[in-house]
């Protein structure tokens, strides 16, 4: 699903550049639950960046989903974005005005899809995350694991082959990360490839691979044993 | 673009975000507000003016004559200057190229008598065409033509205060009048934007007034309208040669300033269209300055509200917004904004002035309004305006990279 071969990827500072990332290579199949871990300045949200198509790297290969990616302008970006991969982030990122239900149908709106099509399929989603109550709601009436929820539903939506989730739990209490895991384990054992960015230990080891990252190199990658408590 | 989605989308945005809206409506609005009211006023101002001068042809001359002040030829001064059939043949045919039309005239106050009605009114025998030097208009019939001046025949064209006068409610056309003990007909009625004295004169064929009264070839006075294509210093150096010519004729020195007198609407006319070209150029200055006020204020609003919006466009980038979805979103919103508020303006502008238009006349401001051809194109302008300064930061803002906009907490 995700492959990456010698990856670099460096930031102009004035004259310099920082080079953060220093050749990696990472071979995500389809269906796994990886979490990168490491602690800030590891690179890990550069790499998220670079496999969410957020930003572009400079050298070595990139292959979403069998395509190598490359000579990526704006549009194109956001078309395989919009086709490929959902995203949770830290600060949920809902749009204020919106409700909890056309947050979650945006992206099909992006995709095209016609309006009374696309809401039905967000109220599905905003049910699969229990919150279909919810749904006329605006995020500022929700809680902050209820947020996450709204927007793992969005992620979910566009029926993407990866979701990218950049610290999904960094906002939010020992309680509600763990609920928020939950969801996500859920989401892979229906065949979603999950992959998160976490620095915290607890939500790492309740993934099924954890990839350790320190200065822009992997220092180790290994599967967990986690048992599933269903 | 223009799919029922995508305003759906800009008019939740516009309705959930009231105050960005409201503010950036309330600059345009404003704007053509300010435009319509100074145009609209100046346009008054024009009209005012205009209406002053077009009580008369604006390229009338009339040539009267005095006695002289000072002896000239051997010739005593105090002498009368009594023009002739004569001079009206000479000017004619000599300047038959300067001129539109030219009538002599003779006028005399008579008595007129209709049934038991009878009042004073100033009777003037002229030729065809000199309604055009009154700029009066025939209500009712006609006006004299060659053949009433070749025949002497006994009709008259009266003012509409004249019909009022002595025939109250009813139509005087057809009617006949009695005057100084002649009786004639009432072939046409007239009115005259010079007003109520302009209305109580009463034309008659030159001929025929020339042949009652005293019976010789005396002529009081010329009436004429320059050729129009002589521009305003060609009917000024003109009516100066006649001047000469006709002193020159009548034996008057040519510093003589009251036996032959010429005046010439002309110079008025320069003075009043440099005054209108001035006001022009004011208006111009005024509504181009409200203008670009209005442009700088809406380009100040789109900056503000693509930055305030700049963390919801990553979001919509990172769920699949494509640049060019995200640049017309906020074209489109800001179009419509500037295009509803312009109306808005220019309907609260329009009212304002036809309410407070009979109040202005005092000021010299008469039916202030503005054409839809201006407004519209100021509306254009903005919509521009709104256009361009909406697309560089939105154009700026697809730009940016989502991870760096939804940073942006």
Avoid: C
């Amino acid at each position: 699903m995700i492959r990456i071969e010698n990856l670099h990827k460096s930031y102009p500072i004035g004259k310099d550049s920082l080079h953060v990332l220093k050749g990696l290579n990472l071979h995500i199949k389809e269906g796994e639950f990886v979490s990168i871990m490491g602690s800030s300045g590891s690179g890990k949200s550069t790499l998220l960046n670079i496999v969410g198509l957020l930003d572009t790297h400079n050298e070595g290969n990139y292959f979403l989903n069998g395509e190598l990616i490359e000579d990526l302008n704006e549009t194109k970006a956001a078309l395989l974005r919009n086709k490929f991969l959902g995203f949770v982030f830290q600060s949920f990122n809902l749009i204020s005005y919106k409700t909890a239900l056309e947050n979650v149908a945006l992206p099909l709106y992006y995709k095209g899809i016609a309006r009374k099509e696309r809401l039905k399929i967000a109220l599905d989603y905003l049910e699969k995350v229990g919150l279909k109550d919810w749904a006329n709601h605006l995020p500022n009436e929700l809680s902050g694991g209820q947020k996450q929820r709204v927007a793992i539903a969005r992620a979910l939506a566009t029926k993407p082959k990866v979701v990218l989730a950049d610290e999904p739990t960094g906002a939010l209490d020992s309680t509600t990360t763990d609920s928020v895991m939950d969801l996500l384990k859920e989401i892979n054992d229906e065949g979603m490839t999950v992959f998160v960015i976490t620095h915290e230990e607890e939500v790492a080891e309740q993934t099924k691979r954890i990839v350790r990252l320190k200065d822009g190199v992997i220092i180790s990658d290994e599967y967990t044993a986690t048992l599933k408590t269903v | 673009m223009f799919d029922l989605d995508s305003w759906r989308e800009i008019f939740q945005s516009i309705s959930k975000n009231k105050l960005r809206s409201i503010l950036s409506g309330f600059t345009v609005a404003f704007a053509i507000l300010l435009f319509t009211l100074l145009f609209g006023i100046g346009n008054g101002l024009q009209n005012t003016f205009k209406n002053e001068f077009a009580k008369d042809a604006i390229n009338s001359i009339y040539i009267w004559s005095n006695k002289t002040t000072k002896p000239y030829k051997g010739k005593q001064s105090g002498r009368q200057i009594q023009f002739k059939n004569e001079d009206f043949e000479y000017i004619r045919e000599k300047y038959f190229d300067k001129i539109q039309m030219i009538s002599p005239r003779i006028q005399r106050t008579v008595e007129v008598v209709y049934k038991n009605e009878q009042d004073n009114y100033t009777l003037r025998g002229v030729y065809p065409k000199y309604d055009f030097l009154e700029s009066a208009q025939v209500t009712e019939g006609r006006f004299l033509n060659i053949r009433d001046v070749k025949q002497r025949s006994k009709i008259v064209i009266i003012g509409k205060m004249v019909e009022k006068d002595l025939f109250g409610q009813l139509s005087a056309y057809g009617k006949e009048l009695n005057i100084g003990g002649i009786i004639y007909k009432v072939i046409g009625v007239f009115s005259d934007p010079g007003g109520d004295s302009d209305e109580r004169f009463i034309y008659t064929p030159f001929t025929t007034m020339q042949q009652i009264y005293g019976n010789n070839d005396h002529v009081d006075e010329f009436g004429m309208t320059y050729n129009p294509k002589l521009s305003i210093n060609e009917a000024i150096q003109f009516s100066d040669k006649l001047l000469k010519d006709l002193k020159q004729k009548h034996d008057v020195a040519p510093n003589d300033q009251r036996g032959i007198r010429v005046r010439n609407y002309a110079s008025d006319n320069q003075e009043v269209s440099g005054m209108m070209v001035g006001l022009g150029i004011l208006i111009f200055i005024i509504g181009i300055g409200t203008l670009i006020a209005g442009v700088v204020g809406i380009s100040n609003i789109m900056v503000y509200i693509v930055k305030e919006r700049t963390k919801e466009l990553g979001i919509r980038k990172a769920v699949g917004a494509t640049p060019k979805k995200i640049i017309s979103m906020i074209m489109l919103e800001s179009v419509f904004i500037t295009a509803l508020s312009g109306y808005i303006g220019l309907t609260i502008g329009v009212g304002i002035l036809k309410l407070a238009g009979p109040t202005l006349k005092k000021y010299f401001i008469l039916n202030p309004g503005v054409s839809t051809s201006v407004v519209v194109g100021a509306t254009m302008i903005l919509i521009l305006a709104g256009i361009i300064a909406g697309y560089l930061p939105a154009k700026r803002a697809a730009r940016i990279k989502p991870i760096v906009a939804l940073r942006a907490d």
